[in-house]
């Protein structure tokens, strides 16, 4: 139960508090990905702080535009998940074929913007709305466990410190912090006054043991008070068929994430998603794509994590959600304040953020509850699962010899997962006198 709805406004200490806590949860679930693509991408360091900047600035953007005239949930959009990973797959491909990751950054670029389209036209015709009745409460189900334990060997690694300052191993004195800083968060949420700030104070508790042990790195001087964003980041669009289909193939399967979100968040605000603000939510993510890709950024959607969050601080307003991402934006045009919050150690973030990332799983549960246990819930839960979680431990060197289009299909297990849920949903056990969506409720 929210303690604050879409369109109450809270008092300014608790606004204030909500929007900090926005900006931290939205760096920090964000700011790791502009650091790997440009691991992979061999970018100097300047370079990867450019990236960073505008990928800041354009989530800010991208959310901002959502929630004032969009889905109008304060979800905030976030590199996707399967974008970055096949940023980072081709990135390699190209490199063992001769194509530089510049190039593939490149092809990137037209990529995103013709997915982009896809979603525009897909809202603009109201196509998203009526595609909606293809998730049902097993397919969400099954999208949010499986993206639950497809993040939790990355939380539980960053966690342990692997990959902290270059490490590739355990460091137990890092794990011990993180367990107690998941304790004090789990004792924030205990308490009522402080529920709503928990992540934060967990974020804030952590940082500051990390700086009086000696854990954290030197905070990188800005060289400029203001850097404006720039268009073409890896250089002139360049058409490539086999980035170009493979960006609107994923385009597609995002729209179940965009379903989701908007479905996860009806429920923990406590509002119903209308046909209206699924076809809004896909124009702005096909906005969204489109500024991904002239930016020469990761590709945007909204963030299950949002509802989680919101399940945690129990504050839905929209006026916090739109001054943080008003402050995103800004924090993309000032270096010296995106260096000091990039300076979050992620040990900490992932720490302070363990609980947000129980309520996905449980969002998935709550769907599969939602449902009678008969036979037929089972074989499609079960199959959908065992499918999803099986192809999680395939090698990814095991799909090196077919090409990359299918590689990409088949290795990948939450794609496969939520597949092979809706074909034994809809076509192999269909319901009968299944009904359309209802329309009630009120219209954001």
């Known amino acids: 139960m929210v303690k604050y709805g879409l369109y109450d406004k809270p008092p300014i200490m608790v606004t204030t508090l909500t929007a900090l806590q926005w900006i931290i949860v939205t760096v920090s679930s964000s700011v790791a990905v502009p650091l790997m693509i440009g691991d992979v991408y061999g970018l100097q360091e300047e370079e990867i702080g450019r990236l960073m900047q505008q990928s800041l600035f354009f989530i800010g953007l991208a959310s901002l535009l959502q929630a004032w005239i969009g889905h109008r ?106 367990v107690a800083i998941v304790g004090f968060v789990v004792w924030l949420i205990r308490v009522p006054f402080l529920s709503s700030f928990a992540v934060l104070f967990g974020m804030i508790g952590g940082w500051l043991f990390y700086a009086v042990m000696g854990w954290t790195e030197p905070i990188r001087p800005a060289e400029q008070l ?50 209206k603000q699924y076809n809004r939510g896909g124009i702005f993510t096909g906005v969204s794509h489109m500024l991904s890709g002239a930016a020469g950024v990761v590709g945007m959607i909204p963030l299950s994590l949002a509802a989680a969050v919101i399940q945690t601080s129990r504050v839905a307003s929209r006026l916090p959600f739109l001054l943080a991402m008003a402050g995103m934006m800004l924090i993309g045009l000032v270096p010296a304040i995106s260096h000091f919050l990039a300076a979050i150690p992620t040990p900490v973030a992932y720490a302070a953020m363990f609980i947000t990332y129980t309520k996905l799983l449980g969002f998935g ?17 079960g199959s959908s699962l065992l499918a999803g979680i099986g192809i999680m431990f395939v090698p990814a060197a095991a799909w090196q010899n077919i090409p990359p289009l299918f590689s990409f299909l088949f290795g990948n297990g ?5 597949m092979v849920c809706l074909i034994l949903e809809h076509v192999v056990f269909p319901k009968k006198g299944d009904k359309a969506p209802e329309k009630d409720g009120r219209a954001a």
Request: proline share 4%; aromatic share 12%; net charge negative.
């Open 365 to 381: 549960l709550q769907g599969f509850a939602s449902q009678p246990l008969d036979e037929r819930t089972i074989t499609i839960v």
């Open 226 to 275: 203001i850097s404006w964003p720039s268009f073409f980041f890896w250089g002139e669009p360049r058409w490539d068929w086999g980035v170009v289909l493979t960006s609107t193939l994923t385009g597609f399967v995002l729209l179940t994430n965009l379903v989701t979100s908007l479905d996860v968040m009806g429920k923990a605000t406590n509002t119903k998603t209308t046909e």
């Open 73 to 178: 949930y304060p979800i905030m959009d976030g590199p996707a998940g399967l974008w970055w990973g096949i940023f980072i797959i081709l990135a390699q491909i190209g490199t063992s074929i001769g194509i530089s990751p510049r190039e593939i950054g490149q092809s990137f670029q037209a990529g995103l913007f013709m997915a982009g389209l896809l979603f525009l036209a897909l809202g603009l015709f109201g196509w998203v709305g009526k595609l909606q009745k293809w998730f049902t409460p097993l397919v969400s189900g099954t999208y949010m466990t499986l993206l639950a334990i497809s993040l939790c060997s990355n939380i539980l690694t960053g966690m342990l410190g692997i990959g902290f300052a270059h490490s590739t191993e355990v460091h137990l004195e890092i794990a011990l912090v993180s």
């Open 414 to 418: 939450l794609l496969m997962g939520v």
